[in-house]
């Protein structure tokens, strides 16, 4: 069962990249770069190690799929 900070972090994410889809951002190269940012050891935004990099990529995709199934046409 998620805990309070997990489902705030989850709604979190899913707000900003809906604003990104909603506004004139490049979402996939913005995920991209995210994701970028997690994985590559020598980034200075990386703060978890692996498995916790490959989660949190997991994470950021199933968010935006989120947004996806619940944006309007």
Do not use: W
């Amino acid at each position: 069962m998620a805990g309070s900070r997990e489902i705030a972090l989850e709604q979190a994410l899913v707000a900003v990249i809906a604003a990104a889809e909603t506004s004139d951002v490049d979402v996939h190269a913005l995920l991209g770069k995210a994701s970028a940012f997690i994985l590559d050891s020598g980034s200075r935004f990386q703060i978890a190690g692996h498995p916790y990099g490959t989660k949190a990529c997991q994470e950021i995709s199933d968010a935006h799929a989120t947004v996806l199934a619940n944006k309007d046409d």
